[in-house]
């Protein structure tokens, strides 16, 4: 079952980093790949998963609840330690970001192949409800230890602006008012939907496994590493506490496994990059945990 499940998704990674080796993409494929999955194709795939099912969404209460406690628990651990062993400013909102951002694509592949159609409507909820609090808790800490001067109010502006506009949030609640207002979708949208999703997965491996760069990792090794530990190690020990603590079983748990063991997110380096934080580190703890994944997910799985 692991290797089923993990090693397509982590081939098409390979084969991404390989095409971009062999000069087969480039950047500005990589970027314009990037855009066309995050406000397209990967939002389509949600809203037709999300959309297309028929399961309640008060099924995964305690799931949802679980995966807020675990994100604000390593949070605040992750800032103790940022704190305590004084991680420079420049440094410090990438750092946080890293220990409990999460790749959805990885996420929605896995749950995908792992779990079928009941597996990817309960995780595509779950997306809904943590990205939110998720850029809530990442561009607070940014400005926290930003060296530039923000007005509060203009960032704060921004951060909503960013939430209300974030097309994965908006596929996920449209998917969800959908189903609970009509059952299914007609055949030629439903094939529309199907055709325009199938896109999404393979194109976010290959986007993924293009940007890695491992170059950086030997410079910043040491906090990537910590970083990756916070994401990879403390974050699924918290979650399946939290899991227990909220009696979830079956389904809900596969669930919540896969998502407190996946690598931490690309997009910690766009907004790393907007906020003035460190991108040469961002670069080497999205490289380093997706690599490190690999086991954190396969005995996730086994489990």
Same mark, same amino acid.
């Given at each position: 079952? &692991?290797?089923? /499940?993990?090693?397509?998704?982590?081939?098409?990674?390979?084969?991404?980093?390989?095409?971009? !080796?062999?000069?087969?993409?480039?950047? &500005?494929?990589?970027?314009?790949? %990037?855009?066309?999955?995050?406000?397209?194709?990967?939002?389509?795939?949600?809203?037709? $998963?999300? *959309?297309?099912?028929?399961?309640?969404? +008060? /099924?995964? =209460? @305690?799931? #949802?609840?679980?995966?807020?406690?675990?994100?604000? =628990?390593?949070?605040?651990?992750?800032?103790?330690?940022?704190?305590? #062993? $004084?991680?420079? %400013?420049?440094?410090? *909102?990438?750092?946080?970001?890293?220990?409990? !951002?999460?790749?959805? #694509?990885?996420?929605?592949?896995? &749950?995908? +192949?792992?779990?079928?159609?009941? @597996?990817? $409507?309960?995780? @595509?909820?779950?997306?809904?409800?943590?990205?939110?609090?998720?850029?809530?808790?990442?561009?607070?800490?940014?400005?926290?230890?930003?060296?530039? !001067?923000?007005?509060?109010?203009?960032?704060?502006?921004?951060?909503?602006?960013?939430?209300?506009? /974030?097309?994965?949030?908006?596929?996920?609640?449209?998917?969800?008012?959908?189903?609970?207002?009509?059952? @299914?979708?007609?055949?030629?949208? %439903?094939?529309?939907? $199907?055709?325009?999703?199938?896109?999404?997965?393979?194109?976010?491996?290959?986007?993924?496994?293009?940007?890695?760069?491992?170059? =950086?990792?030997? %410079?910043?090794?040491?906090?990537?590493?910590?970083?990756?530990?916070?994401?990879?190690? &403390?974050l699924p020990l918290v979650g399946y506490g939290y899991l227990m603590a909220f009696d979830v079983s079956d389904l809900g748990l596969k669930i919540g496994l896969i998502y407190f063991t996946l690598p931490t997110s690309p997009a910690l380096y766009i907004l790393s990059s907007q906020l003035n934080s460190d991108t040469n580190l961002a670069s080497a703890s999205i490289a380093l945990s997706t690599i490190? +994944?690999?086991?954190?997910?396969?005995?996730?799985?086994?489990?």
């Open positions: 079952m &692991v290797l089923n /499940n993990l090693f397509p998704i982590f081939a098409l990674i390979l084969f991404g980093s390989l095409l971009k !080796r062999w000069r087969l993409t480039d950047e &500005v494929f990589l970027k314009m790949a %990037d855009r066309l999955t995050y406000f397209i194709f990967f939002p389509a795939l949600l809203f037709w $998963k999300i *959309g297309g099912a028929s399961a309640a969404l +008060s /099924n995964g =209460t @305690g799931l #949802y609840k679980a995966a807020v406690c675990a994100v604000l =628990t390593v949070y605040a651990l992750s800032t103790l330690f940022i704190k305590l #062993y $004084k991680v420079p %400013d420049f440094k410090a *909102g990438t750092f946080s970001q890293s220990c409990f !951002r999460f790749n959805s #694509y990885i996420g929605v592949a896995i &749950v995908l +192949s792992a779990l079928g159609e009941d @597996g990817i $409507k309960q995780f @595509g909820i779950l997306i809904g409800m943590i990205i939110p609090i998720i850029n809530v808790l990442c561009v607070s800490t940014l400005i926290w230890f930003s060296e530039e !001067r923000v007005e509060p109010a203009r960032r704060l502006w921004q951060t909503i602006k960013a939430l209300i506009s /974030n097309p994965l949030i908006l596929a996920c609640i449209s998917g969800i008012i959908y189903a609970n207002i009509w059952q @299914g979708f007609p055949p030629f949208i %439903d094939n529309t939907l $199907k055709l325009a999703s199938y896109v999404a997965l393979p194109l976010a491996m290959l986007s993924i496994g293009g940007a890695l760069t491992l170059g =950086t990792v030997r %410079d910043h090794f040491k906090l990537s590493l910590i970083a990756s530990l916070f994401k990879l190690l &403390v490190l +994944s690999f086991f954190s997910l396969s005995l996730a799985l086994l489990i």
